[in-house]
């Protein structure tokens, strides 16, 4: 599975492709220049239980560490992935 990235400089989604199948997308907007927002999380209900959701959050941590930006994870997904994952906080803002 790959996930894409899409970014405009204020607006963005993490796409999760299977072959050339969209699995799922998460998308965040930019809180100034050193944060962002996830704000809502879906999986394409065929990829349900593959943790597709959690990919994408983990794709979401890696480009802000390489980017060293902060998450702030408001979709509810993503806040419960934090919750559980505490290895990736370090991101949090």
Not at 22 to 46: C, L, R
Not at 70 to 92: G, N, Q, Y
Request: glycine share 8%; charged share 30%.
């Amino acid at each position: 599975m790959n996930i894409e990235i899409k970014d405009d400089g204020k607006k963005g989604a993490f796409f999760a492709m299977e072959n050339s199948e969209q699995a799922g997308m998460m998308t965040y907007s930019w809180a100034g220049e050193d944060k962002f927002i996830i704000d809502h999380t879906e999986v394409n209900p065929d990829f349900g239980g593959q943790g597709v959701g959690k990919k994408m959050v983990m794709a979401a941590v890696k480009f802000a560490r390489e980017k060293e930006v902060k998450v702030i994870p408001l979709c509810p997904f993503a806040k419960s992935v934090f919750d559980k994952t505490e290895e990736i906080r370090d991101v949090l803002a």
